[in-house]
């Protein structure tokens, strides 16, 4: 049986890194918004933003995998609390 006390199944722990993992989702998010409103109000050629686009991208991908595995590690902690 799987305890909720064994390292990565601390909940508190993981909701903290959700918190967190959300707040740097609201961080590319605003980043995202600048560089929309410099691609589209600037006075510079849009297609100079392209790098700035493909970090963004690249960072939100990565936070939607480490949302999804703190997501799978609660749905572990919630089987195992329905278990007992």
Do not use: W
Not at 3 to 20: R, Y
Not at 53 to 82: Q, S
């Amino acid at each position: 049986m799987t305890s909720c006390k064994e390292p990565g199944l601390d909940l508190p722990a993981i909701l903290n890194d959700l918190e967190d993992l959300q707040f740097q989702m609201t961080c590319a998010l605003n980043a995202l918004n600048a560089i929309h409103a410099a691609m589209s109000c600037g006075e510079y050629n849009p297609t100079g933003y392209l790098d700035g686009l493909y970090g963004i991208h690249n960072h939100m991908d990565n936070l939607n995998l480490e949302t999804n595995n703190k997501l799978a590690e609660i749905r572990v902690i919630l089987k195992a609390k329905t278990a007992t």
